[in-house]
Nanobody, 123 residues
Framework: QVQLVESGGGLVQAGGSLRLSCAAS????????MGWFRQAPGKEREFVAA????????YYEDSVKGRFTIFRDNAKNTVSLQMNSLKPEDTAVYYCAAKRGAYNAYPGTYNYWGQGTQVTVSS
């Protein structure tokens, strides 16, 4: 059983930056694909970014490419999401998730989830 705890959310003006972090415990972190998802009010949870178990392959949703960077530290059991040039449409609850096996952008394929952290971008 893997436990995931996110941190780093908050309120920021458009154009600003935030870094989200996710600390994992209770499992073999280095064997999981790690992903970030977000869910805005009234919308479905959507894929944002993911990183392979060894950190060498990165995946991004088109709207965040060039603005967000995902990275992991297997020695510290953490995965982070650096978010730059934030836009009001990035406002959502952001979730960290862990998945066994190969990368997939579909939320239903992820095995473990954090509780989420709120990101609010004001215009």
């Amino acid at each position: 059983q893997v436990q995931l705890v996110e941190s780093g959310g908050g309120l920021v003006q458009a154009g600003g930056s935030l870094r989200l972090s996710c600390a994992a415990s209770g499992g073999t972190f280095s064997t999981y694909v790690m992903g970030w998802f977000r869910q805005a009010p009234g919308k479905e949870r959507e894929f944002v970014a993911a990183v392979s178990w060894y950190g060498g392959t990165l995946y991004y949703e088109d709207s965040v490419k060039g603005r967000f960077t995902i990275f992991r530290d297997n020695a510290k059991n953490t995965v982070s999401l650096q978010m730059n040039s934030l836009k009001p449409e990035d406002t959502a609850v952001y979730y960290c998730a862990a998945k066994r096996g190969a990368y997939n952008a579909y939320p239903g394929t992820y095995n473990y989830w954090g509780q989420g952290t709120q990101v609010t971008v004001s215009s």
